[in-house]
């Protein structure tokens, strides 16, 4: 199995603040549910799905690093 590092990130938060649900914000950004709540729980995603959610969240690419700390 594989263990789950921890990613923090800040899509949750941000999410909820901008009362989204995690189903209309999954597919504002085209993804499933099942990634977002994996993602949510601080599993590793791709470049590609962190801009989607980015964008989803209303932010600019610039402002990934708001939701995503690398």
Do not use: W, Y
């Not at 995690?22 to 799905?49: F, H, N, Q, Y």
């Not at 989607?52 to 690398?70: D, H, M, P, R, Y």
């Amino acid at each position: 199995p594989q263990s789950a590092m921890n990613h923090s990130n800040h899509v949750k938060r941000r999410r909820e603040a901008r009362m989204i649900s995690k189903a209309e914000c999954a597919r504002s950004a085209g993804i499933s549910p099942v990634t977002l709540d994996r993602i949510e729980r601080g599993m590793a995603c791709r470049m590609a799905t962190k801009r989607k959610i980015t964008l989803a969240l209303g932010l600019k690419i610039s402002e990934k690093n708001k939701v995503f700390k690398q």
